[in-house]
């Protein structure tokens, strides 16, 4: 069955730049989306078929995909930008990378 | 406002049964295929199931096949999952979600993310 993989954690500074990436053979032939989860809260959908931000989510977040890795990029890092990340595809069943922390310093 | 809220989540013992349900609102809930997704403490993200707009076609993951049942009633605009012969590894937040379209050249399309979701209930199986 098909795969991702994601960095456990990811760390970034206040108002720096973090990538996460999401590893998967031959992903760029697919679509990656991007889900935010925050406790106790209800997942957010923050990049769709690899780039495409929904209404609400802010330009820093953005979304690439090439190859064996799609990468979902937070521009000027904020507190709030704390989470688990998730990348997601569809292949012959919905699947889920492992989830990313991502820590704001 | 579009919106999902579960319910029916709780304590059973192995072996039990739960029903969960999602009420949609906000949005023309026989218009959606919709599923369900869970996560166990400390893990990632498991899709469980889904359906389509008339409940027609249902979907599961290999371990929950035969033991879970997802339907739909779009009166109620009301999305279920029947869990039977419940195990501890079924011990997660359960969240429901809805499919989201896109638009193309052939017109609306029906795409493979999830927006929005609810914000879970949580299961757990433990005697």
């Known amino acids: 069955s098909y795969e991702l993989t994601q960095p456990l954690s990811v760390s970034v500074a206040l108002g720096q730049t973090a990538r996460i990436t999401c590893g998967g053979d031959n992903v760029g032939s697919k679509y990656v989306h991007w889900y935010q989860l925050k406790p106790g809260q209800a997942p957010v959908l923050v990049i769709y078929r690899n780039i495409n931000r929904p209404s609400g989510i802010p330009e820093r977040f953005s979304g690439s995909n090439s190859g064996n890795t799609a990468t979902l990029t937070i521009s000027r890092a904020q507190v709030g930008d704390e989470a688990d990340y998730f990348c997601q595809v569809r292949d012959s069943s919905t699947i889920f990378g492992g989830g990313t922390k991502l820590t704001v310093l | 406002d579009v919106q999902l809220v579960e319910s029916g989540g709780g304590l059973v013992q192995p072996g039990g049964s739960l029903r969960l349900s999602c009420t949609g609102s906000?949005?023309?809930?026989?218009?959606?295929?919709m599923n369900w997704v869970r996560q166990a403490s400390g893990k990632g993200l498991e899709w469980v199931a889904s359906?389509?707009?008339?409940?027609?076609?249902?979907y599961y993951v290999d371990s929950v096949k035969g033991r879970f049942t997802v339907s739909r009633d779009n009166v109620k605009n009301t999305l279920y999952l029947q869990m039977n012969s419940l195990r501890a590894e079924d011990t997660a937040v359960y969240y429901c979600?809805?499919?989201?379209?896109?638009?193309?050249?052939?017109?609306?399309?029906?795409?493979?993310?999830?927006?929005?979701w609810g914000q879970g209930t949580q299961v757990n199986v433990s005697s």
């Open positions: 359906i389509k707009q008339d409940g027609n076609e249902k």
């Open positions: 979600a809805r499919v989201q379209y896109y638009y193309d050249r052939s017109g609306y399309q029906e795409g493979d993310w999830f927006d929005p």
């Open positions: 906000g949005f023309t809930f026989r218009d959606y295929s």
